[in-house]
């Protein structure tokens, strides 16, 4: 089974710049998550889709990101503009749903961001 | 709303010998799952174990095991035998199992911690 591909790995852009990642999760996977990770910190959960609609959007600073998942399979989160305390690592997620699925996700390997 | 709480920033071990690392969280659900992941440098977060809340038993993954304490909301990590791929950051994380169908499913994850293994 082929993981959670992210894209890109690495990016360093200036503030106030604007920045797209994408992540495509596992064939099959209903729920996809964007966890932001800061510097010595826990992933924080921006924004969960469950097929191509959003459950959970809480915690995503509206006015500065965005994100969607069309046709429920591959999503993109976009920052614009950026600011520096957006320096984090960015981590995509997916998990199956369903009675016997409750444990765990699998995780891409992140892109790390830098705002200069 | 869930917190998770890992108190100890850094542990080092000696290779060969055996570490726990602490987790408490807090919570007013009575079915959740609690798990433990390892992330090394390369970024990705692999689960090492998991825990169901019902069940009674601590889960046992190989060298890993799980000192579950439902009562006083403490989760520990026991690694036996460590090796030196075993130093990477460590972090707990709560589900809630209140859904199977995606809401509320997501992690709430503790802050980490760093774990070194001494030659």
């Known amino acids: 089974e082929a993981g959670v591909a992210q894209s890109p790995r690495y990016k360093i852009i200036e503030k106030r710049q604007s920045v797209a990642f994408w992540c495509n999760p596992i064939s099959g996977h209903a729920t996809l998550y964007w966890y932001q990770q800061i510097l010595g910190q826990g992933p924080k959960l921006l924004i969960q889709?469950?097929?191509?609609?959003?459950?959970?959007d809480s915690q995503l600073p509206k006015d500065r990101f965005s994100a969607e998942r069309l046709k429920g399979v591959d999503s993109t989160l976009k920052i614009q503009p950026a600011k520096l305390e957006d320096s984090a690592v960015y981590l995509c997620a997916s998990s199956r749903t369903g009675v016997g699925f409750g444990y765990g996700y699998t995780f891409g390997s992140g892109t790390r961001l830098t705002v200069v | 709303a869930q917190t998770v709480t890992q108190s100890q920033p850094e542990m080092s071990v000696q290779e060969a010998e055996t570490v726990t690392l602490s987790c408490t969280y807090d919570t007013s659900e009575s079915d959740y799952y609690l798990f433990w992941y390892k992330q090394p440098p390369s970024r990705q977060m692999i689960l090492v174990i998991r825990?169901?809340?019902?069940?009674?038993q601590n889960a046992t993954e190989n060298r890993f095991s799980v000192n579950f304490q439902k009562a006083a909301k403490s989760f520990s990590l026991k690694i036996s035998d460590s090796q030196l791929g075993d130093a990477a950051m460590y972090f707990c994380a709560y589900r809630s199992g209140a859904s199977y169908t995606g809401a509320n499913s997501k992690l709430t994850f503790g802050k980490g911690i760093t774990l070194s293994v001494r030659p």
């Open positions: 825990q169901e809340a019902y069940k009674q």
């Open positions: 889709f469950q097929n191509n609609g959003v459950v959970d």
